[in-house]
């Protein structure tokens, strides 16, 4: 684990410029650097990679968030820093490194079971940007804390440990304090990415040090409102043509239109005949098969049981992650309960549709975390994809302040949704960024991948786009690589999506 220089001791090693923009070192921590990765035999990486812990806190009970940074390919000095945060809550951002946009495609270990392989992805987001995948907060994936009480979080606090780690990040790598910077996310990041941003931007307005370059941050199938996200399944349900025309229409005169706090017991019985309808559909892609581990009915919180019969593993993990709550319902205050929480039984929790073995694998194997300056096992804990160990409370309200609040002081934002999630649907993320009230600059129109259209979008005053991904799932990159790929270029760069 490296140790962290204080402020006053990387002043000695830099030059702050007059604007207090620009730091000056010679490069980061040389005992950062990643220099081989086990299962990666094809030579050298195509860009430089550093990881390790950053402990936020201080002393040795403190909370230690693991990074890993993977560097441009094409720019490193001038293209953007992006971070990223994966939901949950207590899921780990190596679920964007591994299946998502990182720079490998991994692939089944020969025989099953042993040591995946890694190809270079060649849909990698880190062919136009700097990206650091962060596992927070601390319980979560490999960052951890000797105190089990720092386990105990919420929105709030999570928000402020993240920005703590940025502050001292930079001060780690001071030669990208120039490069403009991004926060991004997906699922329950949804919460993360606009409260962090909030706690960056109070801190430039409190004069903390040192200066982030921060211009603006991006949400895939994020949570946001209870209301918003509570009434958006049955209209999706219904435009997607899984429930009737007589349905849709006796749920509407039921509910009033109000179906994340049903009243009536006449709205609970509608509701009741659309779940029954829905309840066999991967909840993360409505066109993907569910991938079950074990006994469905021991492993799957009872919302799941029924979800299906296939048996057989989708290739690699051809599914859905980044969970955002139980199965259609909105993210409510209080503590959100986890997958552990949910099942029927005591074993460790499974994310319902999904086979995670090769990450599991991957970031257990003992090489592998030596490579990456992890902690071994029996400090850190074994790696899950979502953990068993943090308890979190939704105290952040709902995330519309928020986004007024950023937008309207001119940091740009991009809220894309794969149009065929039914956990997070499009349908509530196309009605909160519509209720803001913005003007319309640009009227719902199609977007282009490969000469394809791609799915579709409306810009906004303030520099608020609001985009779909057709055909893609709760984990747009991982459904539509090289579609992601195109429209994240695109928007960093500035340039017309």
């Known amino acids: 684990m490296r140790k962290l220089g204080v ?22 921590p040389a005992n950062s650097a990643v220099t081989h990765l086990p299962g ?9 990679h550093h990881s390790g812990y950053i402990n936020i806190d201080g002393g040795s009970s403190g909370k230690r968030l693991f990074y890993y940074f993977v560097t441009s390919q094409r720019s490193p000095a001038a293209d953007p820093v992006v971070l990223w945060l994966n939901g949950g809550p207590g899921c780990s951002s190596f679920d964007g490194f591994v299946y998502e946009h990182g720079p490998f495609n991994f692939g089944e270990g020969n025989p099953k079971g042993t040591l995946p392989t890694l190809h270079l992805n060649p849909y990698s987001w880190s062919k136009v940007s700097n990206i650091i995948y962060l596992d927070s907060p601390a319980g979560v994936g490999l960052s951890y804390s000797p105190n089990e009480a720092n386990y105990n979080t919420g929105d709030l606090q999570t928000a402020s440990d993240t920005h703590i780690f940025l502050l001292r990040w930079f001060e780690e790598f001071p030669e990208f304090l120039q490069n ?20 960056v931007v109070q801190g430039l307005k409190n004069g903390a040090v040192p200066i982030i370059n921060f211009k603006g941050y991006m949400v895939g199938n994020g949570v946001t409102d209870e209301k918003f996200d509570g009434n958006a399944l049955v209209p999706f349900a219904h435009g997607m043509a899984l429930i009737s025309d007589a349905m849709f229409q006796e749920a509407e005169a039921s509910c009033g239109g109000n179906y994340y706090d049903p009243q009536t017991e006449a709205c609970f019985d509608k509701l009741e005949r659309v779940d029954q309808d829905l309840e066999k559909l991967n909840v993360y892609d409505i066109l993907e098969p569910c991938f079950h581990i074990g006994n469905t009915s021991e492993s799957l919180p009872t919302s799941f049981q029924q979800l299906g019969q296939t048996k057989k593993p989708l290739a690699v993990r051809k599914r859905m992650f980044g969970r955002a709550w139980p199965f259609r319902a909105p993210v409510r205050d209080g503590i959100v309960p986890l997958w552990s929480e949910l099942a029927k039984t005591n074993i460790k929790s499974h994310v319902p549709c999904l086979n995670d073995e090769v990450a599991t694998i991957w970031l257990n194997d003992k090489s592998v975390r030596a490579a990456i300056h992890a902690e071994p096992e029996n400090v850190a804990g074994t790696w899950e994809l979502c953990t068993h160990r943090i308890r979190y409370r939704h105290n952040a309200g709902s995330m519309i302040p928020y986004h007024r609040n950023l937008t309207s002081q001119g940091f740009r934002a991009l809220i894309f949704s794969g149009d065929h999630d039914m956990c997070v649907p499009y349908t509530g993320s196309q009605a909160w960024t519509s209720s803001l009230g913005y003007k319309i600059v640009d009227e719902w129109r199609p977007w282009f991948s490969n000469a394809q259209v791609a799915g579709y979008l409306q810009e906004y005053e303030h520099n608020l786009t609001f985009l779909t991904i057709k055909g893609a799932g709760h984990t747009v990159p991982e459904y539509k690589p090289r579609e992601a790929l195109d429209f994240y270029t695109r928007w960093l760069e500035g340039n017309s999506i």
Do not use: C, M
């Open 7 to 28: 402020l006053v001791l990387l002043w000695s090693a830099s030059i702050l410029l007059p604007n207090h923009n620009r730091w000056l070192t010679e490069a980061a």
């Open 180 to 199: 403009p910077f991004y926060i991004a996310g997906e699922s329950f990041a949804g919460i993360y990415v606009p409260t962090l941003a909030s706690q």
């Open 40 to 48: 990666f035999t094809a030579g050298d990486f195509p860009s430089k």
